[in-house]
C-alpha cells in the first residue's frame, strides 16, 4: 500500500477515534439516527425534523484492505475503499405525490484489485474476486429510482434508473462475506460482455413490479431492463461510454427481462425458524461475445437460471435475532457460449451474536466453487493459453459492531487454484472491512 494511502486511513482512524472519545451527539431515544448507529448521530434533532418533513440522507464509507500473504504469484496487498450518498424522498410529503418516493445514489470508488496485482495477476486476476467493493474506480451516479407502493403496500413498483441485484438475487446474508463471489450476488451472473445485469455501482434503465400474496407466504417479482448499459451497442469490442452513470440515452443491445418466485417459511416469526427460498433467472435477446471465439465474434440471446435459499437454523431465544442460519445458492448457464462460469454453488453459516453480550456482531463462513465453461477454453487451447476449470474459494471472518456505526470485520480467504488453471498456487489472503455509517 503506498505511503500516502497508509496515512490517508491512519488519519481516518484517528478521527474516528476522537470523534468515538468525544462526547455523544445530543439525540433523543426514540432518534432514527442514534449515535450508537451513526457517527454523527442526530444533529440535535436535525436529521429528524428532516426525515418527519420527507428528506432523509444517508453517507457510507467502506474500505477493504487485504493482503496475499502466502501463495498466488505475487506476496503484498492493496486497499480499495467506496463512499456512497443515498438520497431518500418521500413525495407524497414533498410534492403530493401518493405512495411514492425517490431513491437517488452517489457513490465514488478508489484503489486497487489485490487478485489483479498479486493473486493471479498473470490472468488479469483470480476468477472470484477477493474485494467485493473493487470495480467501477471512479465517481457514479447510481440509482434514480421511483417507488409506488399500493393495494396495502402488497405492490411494489420501481422505476427509473435501477440496479438488477439490488432485487435479484439477493440476501441479507451475503454481505456478511468480502468476496465478490457472493456480495452482493453470485458473481457467475455478471461475466456477459457488454455487460447488460447491473449490479451497484451501475444502474439501467428499468421496471420491476414486486408482489406479495396476502398471506405473506409467496413473493413474485419481475422487471425489464435495457440491456446496453454502457451504451456499446452489442460490440463487445467497442469502448464503453457511460462511465459515470450519467448518460441516460437508451441503448441498443435489447432488453433483459428477469424474474424471482419467493417461498417464505413462517415469515415474521419470533418464535420459530423463519426461512425464505427462490427460484429465478434472466433471459437477454441482444448480442454478446462468443467467448469460443478468438476475435470479437458475438452470438444472440443469453439466460440463466438460480435457485437460493436462506434457512435459520437455530434462535437463542424467542424474538431474538442471535442464532445460526444457512445460505445456499446454485447457480446455472443456459448459453455457454456468453456465460464465462457454466455454473457456481455457494453454502454458508451466519452466526449473529456468537459472543454473549456481543449482540450485533456477527461471524461467517463461507465456501464457493466456480466452473469455467468449456466454450471459453475451446478460444484459449487455440490461442494457446492453459485451460481453465474450477476455482474454489474459503472464507472464515468475525464482524464486530464498534458502536457509533463503525464496524470491524476482519476476514480471511483461502483461494483454491487461482483462475483455474492448476498453474498458480493457491493463495491465502488476510484483510479487514471498515465501515463507518455517518
Known sequence: MAREQRAWLAGLAGATLLTMASPAVASALTSGFPSNSYLTGNWNGLRDRWQQDGFTFYLNY???????????????????????????????????????????????????????????????????????????????????????????????????????????????????????????????????????????????????????????????????????????????????????????????NGVVLAGELHYHHLRESQTGLPGTYKLGGFWMNGDYQDLSSTDDATVSGNAMLWLLADQRLYRAEPGSERGLSALGAWVISLEDKVNFLDQQVSVGLVYQGLIPGRDQDSAGLLFTKGWVTDQRNQARRASGLPTQHAESVLELNYKIALGRGITLQPDMQYIIDPAGTGEIDDALLIGAQITIDF
Not at 414533498?94 to 489485490?114: E, M, N, Q, Y
Not at 474476486?129 to 451516479?141: D, K, N, S
Not at 413490479?209 to 456499446?232: F, H, K
Request: proline share 6%; net charge negative.
Open 62 to 252: 467502506t474500505s477493504e484492505p487485504m493482503w496475499n500473504v502466502s501463495g498466488g504469484e505475487r506476496r503484498g496487498g492493496t486497499y480499495t475503499q467506496n463512499l456512497g450518498l443515498d438520497l431518500h424522498l418521500d413525495l407524497a410529503q414533498l410534492s403530493s405525490i401518493p405512495a411514492t418516493t425517490l431513491l437517488i445514489k452517489l457513490a465514488k470508488r478508489d484503489g486497487d484489485s489485490v487478485s489483479a496485482e498479486y493473486v493471479a495477476p498473470s490472468e488479469g486476476g483470480n476468477i472470484l474476486p477477493a474485494q467485493q467493493i473493487y470495480g467501477g474506480q471512479t465517481w457514479h451516479l447510481v440509482n434514480v429510482q421511483l417507488n409506488t407502493r399500493l393495494l396495502d403496500d402488497r405492490l411494489d413498483l420501481a422505476y427509473g434508473r435501477i440496479v438488477a441485484n439490488d432485487d435479484f438475487l439477493r440476501s441479507p446474508l451475503y454481505c456478511q462475506f468480502l468476496n465478490n463471489a457472493i456480495c452482493g450476488s453470485p458473481k457467475a451472473v455478471f461475466f456477459e460482455n457488454p455487460f447488460a445485469f447491473s449490479a451497484y455501482p451501475s444502474a439501467q434503465w428499468g421496471l420491476r413490479a414486486r408482489y406479495d400474496t396476502p398471506d405473506q407466504r409467496w413473493t413474485l417479482q419481475a422487471a425489464v431492463y435495457d440491456a446496453d448499459i454502457n451504451l456499446q451497442d452489442g460490440n463487445p469490442a467497442a469502448t464503453p461510454h457511460n462511465e459515470h452513470g450519467d448518460s441516460w440515452g437508451f441503448g441498443d
